[in-house]
């Protein structure tokens, strides 16, 4: 399908493929079609990932072995790999990464240890964790790579990381549920999809101050816009919500065929994406293309295999 709304970028995609394949896909957003074609190997389960800022590195967690895999994206092949197993053999379950502003650390949150991994990404090593105080999923770094900001959704908190000390220098209530996190460009604002919550949360960083904006449905993913004038919000089962983060409310949504796991927009602001929820989902995982003005569903562009993650990039 060529989607005539994004004039330019990049969707990149986790995908489970039958066998047990791990792949990971890019695809042209100006032409719909499937540029980066990369097989993770066997028995693997690709999830969170980040790519770099010239798109020629990623970093995929691999939740089933507990390692960090390592792509170069101009060979289109796998170069290496970091465990991330504790020491005493024990798995974290990796599922959500973060690369630092200098593009020289990798932190990892894993969902079966309170600690958040931090791998050394010039020399692809594993370095000393930090301790948390609750299980963490969502993850992201502030503007100036100083503080890391974790989702402990068993604790309904977000964690304030300070990479000088390697600490936890405060946490804060945000609602039921935090899973997903975005930071804005000037690092001044966390927003945070509450999946029982059934709220977006907004926090200020620098005051600590929460408000919400509730939602009808639960919230699996969230994207923000490159204005930062709108948060697109990814349900369970109402489709796409469009949050005005001016007024803080909701302001349109559009109704999809199937639940949910991730939205994206395209650098040029456009258009917007969701693709469908990966569990029992239809192969290939159809990613629904919606016009950001009016969001109506304006195509479908297809995964290969069935979509775990996605984000994009310019």
């Not at 709304?5 to 995908?15: F, R, Y």
């Not at 816009?225 to 349900?235: H, I, P």
Request: hydrophobic share 40%.
């Amino acid at each position: 399908m060529n989607n005539i709304l994004s004039t330019s970028g990049v969707l990149w995609a986790t995908n489970a493929l039958n066998g047990g394949d791990g792949y990971f896909s890019g695809t042209d957003l100006l032409t719909g079609e499937e540029v980066y074609s990369i097989n993770l190997g066997s028995m693997i389960t690709p999830e969170g990932f980040a790519v770099n800022k010239t798109n020629t590195t990623a970093w995929i967690a691999d939740s089933h072995n507990d390692q960090i895999i390592i792509v170069d994206l101009l060979a289109q092949s796998v170069t290496g790999s970091v465990t991330t197993l504790q020491p005493d053999g024990l798995m974290i379950t990796p599922f959500q990464v973060a690369l630092s502003p200098d593009e020289t650390r990798l932190y990892v949150t894993g969902d079966t240890a309170k600690t958040l991994e931090v791998i050394d990404t010039l020399n692809n090593i594993r370095l000393k964790g930090i301790d948390l105080p609750g299980h963490a999923r969502g993850v992201t770094v502030s503007p100036d790579g100083k503080t890391v900001y974790v989702a402990l959704y068993n604790t309904d908190q977000i964690g304030f990381i300070d990479i000088a000390t390697s600490s936890v220098t405060d946490t804060v209530f945000v609602g039921r549920l935090p899973m997903e996190i975005i930071i804005s460009k000037e690092g001044t604002t966390l927003y945070v999809a509450n999946q029982y919550g059934n709220s977006i949360a907004t926090l200020d960083t620098g005051t600590k101050e929460v408000a919400h904006i509730m939602l009808d449905d639960s919230p699996y993913s969230i994207a923000l816009s490159a204005s930062e004038r709108y948060l697109y919000v990814g349900t369970q089962s109402s489709g796409v919500y469009t949050l005005d983060l001016a007024s803080a409310e909701v302001i349109s949504s559009v109704q999809l065929s199937y639940p949910c796991s991730s939205v994206g927009v395209s650098p040029d602001d456009a258009s917007v994406y969701a693709m469908a929820y990966e569990v029992d989902g239809p192969q290939p995982t159809p990613v629904d293309v919606m016009d950001s003005l009016t969001t109506k569903i304006v195509g479908t562009l297809y995964i290969n295999g069935i979509g775990r993650y996605m984000q994009i990039t310019a």
